[in-house]
C-alpha cells in the first residue's frame, strides 16, 4: 500500500522536477549526455535536437526512467523497441508514444502490466476494440499483477479469472471486499472467504448465504473488526484533539471499516 502511493507521488512529480532543471546544467557534449543521464535523464529536457534523437542516448534513458521517453525526438518516439523499454518501466510512458505504437497491441499490453491504468492512454481504435479488451481482462499474468496493487481490480477481470482461485485470493488478501466481485463458487470458498475476512471482517457480506451464516466466520470477522475499532480508538485517544474525530468515527465506524486494512503499517 505505502510503495503503490509513493510510487503516484514519484510519478507525479517527474514533470515537477523536469520543469525545473535549468539551462545552466546542460552538459556540451553528446557523451557527458550519456554519462550525466545516468544520475538526472530529466538533462534530456533541454538537450538539442540530434542528442534526443540519439537511439543510444534515449534508450539508456527509457531504461532507467520511462517518463524520458517524453523527451526523445518524433522518430524514437515511433522506435517500438525503444517506446517498449519506457512504458515497462513507467506505464504512463505511453502517452508519448507515437500514435501507431499506441494502437500497437504488444505496446498497450506491456505499459498495461506495468500499470493498469495506462490503457487509457492507448489509441482510440484499442480502447473499443472489444476484443484487445477482453484480451486484456483474460490476461492470467496481467491480472494478477494488478490485483496484487489493489485487490478491486478484480471487477474488471474477465469472468474465467473470476472464478480462478489464484487471482481471487491474491485479490482478497489485499483487498477483503474484492470477494464481491469474484465468482458464485469462490464466494462459496470457505479458503477464500476466510482470507477476505481476515483482510475486512466486513467482507463476510460478499460471501454466499451458506457461509454468511457459518457461526466460525461470523465469529473471526467480529473478531477483525474489534481489533480494528481498538486500534483506531487507542490512536484518536493518544491526541486529545481527537475527540470530535473520535465523536464522528463513533457514529459511523461501519463506514470507516470499510476503508481500514487491519495489517496496513503505514
Same mark, same amino acid.
Given at each position: 500500500m505505502r510503495r503503490n502511493r509513493l510510487e503516484q507521488i514519484y510519478h507525479h512529480l517527474v514533470p515537477i522536477i523536469a520543469h525545473n532543471f535549468t539551462s545552466s546544467e546542460i552538459p556540451e557534449s553528446i557523451d557527458d549526455y550519456s554519462s550525466r543521464i545516468v544520475s538526472n535523464?530529466?538533462?534530456?529536457?533541454?538537450?538539442?535536437?540530434?542528442?534526443?534523437?540519439?537511439?543510444?542516448?534515449?534508450?539508456?534513458?527509457?531504461?532507467?526512467?520511462?517518463?524520458?521517453l517524453s523527451y526523445a525526438s518524433d522518430r524514437l518516439k515511433n522506435d517500438k523497441e525503444i517506446v517498449k523499454l519506457a512504458v515497462s518501466q513507467y506505464g504512463s510512458a505511453l502517452q508519448f508514444a507515437s500514435d501507431s505504437l499506441r494502437n500497437d497491441r504488444d505496446i498497450v499490453l506491456a505499459a498495461v502490466k506495468q500499470n493498469y491504468h495506462a490503457f487509457e492512454y492507448a489509441s482510440?481504435?484499442?480502447?473499443?476494440?472489444?476484443?484487445?479488451?477482453?484480451?486484456?481482462?483474460?490476461?492470467?499474468?496481467?491480472?494478477?499483477? $494488478? +490485483?496484487?496493487?489493489?485487490?478491486?481490480?478484480?471487477?474488471? =477481470?474477465? #469472468?474465467?479469472?473470476?472464478? !480462478?482461485? @489464484? $487471482? +481471487?485470493?491474491?485479490?482478497v488478501s489485499n483487498k477483503g471486499? =474484492?470477494? #464481491?466481485?469474484?465468482?458464485? !463458487?469462490? @464466494?462459496?470458498?470457505?479458503?477464500?472467504?476466510?482470507?477476505?475476512i481476515l483482510q475486512d471482517g466486513n467482507a463476510l457480506k460478499f460471501a454466499s448465504d451458506s457461509l454468511k451464516s457459518d457461526k466460525k466466520l461470523i465469529e473471526i470477522a467480529e473478531k477483525v473488526k474489534e481489533d480494528i475499532r481498538f486500534e483506531l480508538?487507542?490512536?484518536?485517544?493518544?491526541?486529545?484533539?481527537?475527540?470530535v474525530v473520535k465523536n464522528i468515527v463513533s457514529k459511523n465506524v461501519a463506514r470507516v471499516l470499510q476503508y481500514i486494512n487491519p495489517y496496513d503499517n503505514d
Open positions: 535523464v530529466h538533462v534530456l529536457k533541454n538537450a538539442p535536437h540530434d542528442v534526443r534523437n540519439n537511439r543510444q542516448i534515449i534508450s539508456q534513458a527509457v531504461k532507467r526512467n520511462g517518463y524520458s482510440p481504435i484499442l480502447r473499443n476494440d472489444k476484443y484487445a479488451s477482453s484480451e486484456l481482462k483474460n490476461d492470467l499474468e496481467l491480472v494478477l499483477k $494488478v +490485483v496484487k496493487i489493489n485487490g478491486n481490480n478484480l471487477e474488471f =477481470a474477465s #469472468k474465467k479469472l473470476r472464478k !480462478d482461485r @489464484r $487471482v +481471487v485470493l491474491e485479490a471486499s =474484492a470477494l #464481491k466481485f469474484a465468482s458464485n !463458487d469462490m @464466494r462459496n470458498n470457505r479458503e477464500i472467504v476466510l482470507k477476505a480508538d487507542y490512536s484518536l485517544r493518544k491526541n486529545p484533539l481527537n475527540k
